[in-house]
């Protein structure tokens, strides 16, 4: 009996063979740097059998003689396969996994906390990663850390009777920061403060640091806007030296430089801004030609006359690249007597500028082109408010120019629209804050006709400027220049966004040549429907992020062939190099290096970015302190996104954003599928799916973290 047992044993073992080696390949494989004795392959691979597990020296060695496996000299074995090493940034999305975002690899590649070689978020790292399994991302593990992002943190302070801790505001960054009672520079529980790491973790243990700055007490105003600044590095005010250089500067128009400009003092010009503008950067002109044709004219601050290329000023400006606009305050990127005095185009004073200037018909077709310096003196400020008042009522100071240029814009944004422009209104909010920053009110943002009347003469200007320069030289070689790019979406991309707008009962299109029309149709069908802020939203994630690049890519979303920034070059430096290079080009220079120009846009990108990453933090935190005061009202929700850990709902009259925890869903126990973007009900298979309608009340909120949390109420 025996003896016939062991036969099938036998034939049992001679199938796994294969199997055994695929096994064992596919362990090594997936660690590359890491060697493994024979126990330690046992113990991985799990059998339980023992006749396998004898089997498995054998099939290493006869692994290591067909050159698959190396046996080391301590005996321990490693794949023979060379390890492809990565560079990247480290994105650590939450306390138990991170993805290395690089440039070289289309997948992010997904790396356990575990094996993050002690790398926190921001990181550059060198990594290795494995063949990716069939449906999901690469897997790696870090194994050099190249570059810390930071070695400063912002965050709260708290006190045992032994030492402090910083938990750091950042919900990137798991690992509070330990630090010294001798350390603490005078902070008291609970102070926002920011701390700079002395001693980075070689093991498992938190970093050291030593509080260098106390901002104030949590939850206060000034101390939590002050963290989101340190938080992104923004500066908290100018040099003095800085301050000195632009109180210096001569503010005389003389008559040389007058005569050097085209004079549009006595043609009517006014500006359009925002109730609360401290600066205006851009004002319009108009007047009738005797043929019946309009001239307008956008006239720009002309910052690069006041700030020269050799000056501390351009330093500033270039490092600081774009002015941050929070909540409650403007960080600028020039001193107050430049933005808010000499460039700002206050009314009846005269002032130099760089313009575009246009001859239109009455369907905005341009007839002619001028670009060149100027100087105007502003017969009005209007509001946007004044202004739409004038456009509706046809009454009040220069209402038939604000007509005229309103119905101008009008064609120049219908044009736009059938050229194939991506019609995005996204909703913004503004708080209305009481004398120490506390938020009253949510108050969405109403874009009207005058908001839109400025934007179409703007986006007139950016275009042409930067057509223009592109076609000053026939051929390839095209002069270099300052553009804004906005690339075609990623279709991948575009796919997962068309699967979303299904399951609201929208149809979009992908192909390539109908995605912008696809797009504008589903906007146009989502307008006041209470899908219409997510899909919105979801559809400006799947598109391409807009970038500065001396690259003439052209402009998807507003379907431009060529486009750049011209008209903003108080707040914004790309401007300011726009300005320069078409000056040099009309006076007949040679064309720029595009390696001196790239990484300037480059830089000015990524601050553009930074910007925009502190301004949303400004906002998420005014709206949290907000929802801490209607705890007990129950607000209509539409959820707005779906993780394995919880709900993303918006709230729909505040549009603030907050999460149904799954562990708080305890009427049933729920699981996440992940193709469909939806949980459901084990028992009860009730689903919750992106999009849907539900009725939330606010459970808790945290100002550190910027962070709500939500309880799913029972609908009516």
């Known amino acids: 009996m025996s003896k016939r047992r062991k036969k099938p044993i036998k034939g049992k073992l001679g199938n796994v063979s294969e199997k055994l080696k695929a096994r064992i390949i596919s362990l090594l494989n997936a660690n590359l740097t890491q060697t493994y004795s024979t126990a330690r392959i046992v113990k991985k691979l799990g059998f339980r059998q023992k006749n396998i597990n004898k089997e498995i020296p054998k099939v290493l060695h006869s692994l290591e003689k067909s050159g698959k496996v190396i046996q080391l000299t301590n005996g321990t074995y490693k794949s023979a396969k060379e390890p492809e090493f990565i560079e990247g940034i480290i994105d650590h999305v939450n306390p138990r996994f991170a993805y290395l975002i690089t440039e070289e690899e289309k997948d992010d590649i997904?790396?356990?906390?575990?094996?993050?070689?002690?790398?926190?978020?921001?990181?550059?790292?060198?990594?290795?990663?494995?063949?990716?399994?069939?449906?999901?991302?690469?897997?790696?593990?870090?194994?050099?850390i190249l570059k810390r992002g930071k070695s400063q943190f912002v965050g709260r302070i708290e006190f045992s009777p032994r030492f402090a801790f910083v938990v750091p505001d950042n919900r990137r960054i798991h690992q509070d920061v330990f630090v010294n009672l001798e350390h603490t520079n005078g902070a008291t529980h609970n102070d926002k403060v920011i701390v700079d790491i002395t001693k980075w973790p070689a093991t498992d243990s938190s970093p050291e640091g030593k509080v260098s700055e106390v901002l104030g007490k949590a939850g206060e105003n000034d101390a939590e806007i002050h963290s989101i600044m340190a938080e992104?590095?923004?500066?908290?005010?100018?040099?003095?030296?800085?301050?000195?250089?632009?109180?210096?500067?001569?503010?005389?128009?003389?008559?040389?430089?007058?005569?050097?400009?085209?004079?549009?003092?006595?043609?009517?010009?006014?500006?359009?801004?925002?109730?609360?503008?401290?600066?205006?950067?851009?004002?319009?002109?108009?007047?009738?030609l005797d043929n019946g044709n309009f001239e307008v004219g956008?006239?720009?601050?002309?910052?690069?006359?006041?700030?020269?290329?050799?000056?501390?000023?351009?330093?500033e400006a270039y490092r600081r690249a774009t002015s941050v606009y929070l909540v409650d305050r403007t960080i600028p990127m020039l001193p107050e007597r430049l933005s808010n005095g000499l460039c700002s185009?206050?009314?009846?004073?005269?002032?130099?500028?760089?313009?575009?200037?246009?001859?239109?018909?009455?369907?905005?077709?341009?007839?002619?082109?001028?670009?060149?310096?100027?100087?105007?003196?502003?017969d009005r400020r209007f509001t946007y408010e004044e202004?739409?008042?004038?456009?509706?009522?046809?009454?009040?100071?220069?209402?038939?120019?604000?007509?005229?240029?309103?119905?101008?814009?009008?064609?120049?944004?219908?044009?736009?629209?059938?050229?194939?422009?991506?019609?995005?209104?996204?909703?913004?909010?503004?708080?209305?804050?009481?004398?120490?920053?506390?938020?009253?009110?949510?108050?969405?943002?109403?874009?009207?006709?005058?908001?839109?009347?400025?934007?179409?003469?703007?986006?007139?200007?950016?275009?042409?400027?930067?057509?223009?320069?592109?076609?000053?030289?026939?051929?390839?070689?095209?002069?270099?220049?300052?553009?804004?790019?906005?690339?075609?979406?990623?279709?991948?991309?575009?796919?997962?966004?068309?699967?979303?707008?299904k399951k609201f009962g929208h149809d979009l299109s992908?192909?390539?040549?109908?995605?912008?029309?696809?797009?504008?149709?589903?906007m146009t069908d989502i307008e006041g429907k209470p899908e219409e802020n997510v899909l919105q939203q979801l559809a400006i994630r799947a598109m391409a992020k807009a970038k500065y690049t001396t690259e003439p890519m052209g402009h998807f979303g507003l379907a431009f062939d060529h486009y750049s920034h011209f008209t903003s070059p108080i707040r914004r430096y790309p401007d300011m190099m726009v300005h320069r290079l078409l000056q040099h080009y009309l006076d007949g220079g040679k064309s720029v290096s595009k390696e001196e120009y790239e990484p300037m846009c480059i830089h000015t990108s990524e601050r553009e970015k930074r910007a925009a990453e502190a301004e949303r933090a400004s906002i998420k935190y005014k709206q949290v302190e907000f929802m801490q005061s209607v705890e007990n009202k129950v607000f209509d929700g539409i959820i707005s996104g779906v993780t394995e850990w919880g709900l993303f709902v918006e709230i729909v009259e505040t549009k603030c954003e907050g999460m149904i925890r799954m562990v708080d869903m305890n009427d049933d126990y729920y699981e996440f599928d992940e193709r469909n973007y939806r949980v459901i009900g084990r028992s009860n298979k009730r689903m919750f799916t992106l999009g849907d309608a539900v009725k939330v009340s606010v459970k808790d909120t945290d100002i550190d973290r910027r962070t709500i949390d939500l309880n799913l109420e029972k609908s009516s």
């Open 510 to 522: 992908t192909d390539t040549a109908m995605i912008s029309r696809s797009l504008n149709n589903l």
């Open 232 to 288: 992104f590095d923004l500066p908290f005010k100018f040099q003095e030296r800085i301050i000195r250089e632009a109180n210096d500067i001569d503010d005389e128009i003389t008559a040389a430089e007058i005569g050097k400009r085209r004079d549009f003092r006595e043609v009517l010009t006014f500006t359009i801004d925002p109730e609360d503008a401290k600066d205006f950067d851009d004002a319009l002109s108009l007047q009738v």
């Open 110 to 144: 997904y790396i356990k906390t575990i094996h993050l070689k002690n790398a926190m978020d921001g990181d550059h790292v060198r990594a290795v990663a494995a063949p990716p399994r069939p449906g999901k991302k690469p897997e790696g593990q870090v194994l050099e």
């Open 298 to 315: 956008i006239h720009i601050a002309d910052v690069t006359h006041y700030v020269r290329t050799d000056s501390k000023l351009e330093e």
């Open 345 to 378: 185009l206050r009314p009846h004073e005269e002032k130099l500028t760089f313009a575009a200037v246009f001859e239109l018909d009455a369907k905005a077709k341009i007839l002619n082109e001028w670009f060149g310096r100027t100087i105007i003196h502003s």
């Open 387 to 501: 202004a739409q008042e004038g456009i509706e009522t046809g009454t009040g100071d220069y209402h038939e120019a604000l007509g005229q240029l309103n119905t101008l814009a009008g064609e120049l944004r219908k044009k736009k629209f059938e050229n194939g422009a991506v019609n995005f209104e996204t909703s913004e909010v503004k708080f209305k804050l009481d004398e120490k920053g506390k938020p009253l009110g949510v108050i969405p943002k109403v874009r009207k006709d005058a908001h839109k009347l400025v934007e179409e003469f703007m986006l007139l200007a950016n275009k042409r400027v930067a057509t223009f320069v592109h076609d000053m030289k026939k051929g390839k070689e095209k002069n270099t220049f300052v553009y804004r790019a906005h690339d075609f979406p990623d279709p991948d991309k575009v796919g997962t966004f068309a699967q979303f707008a």
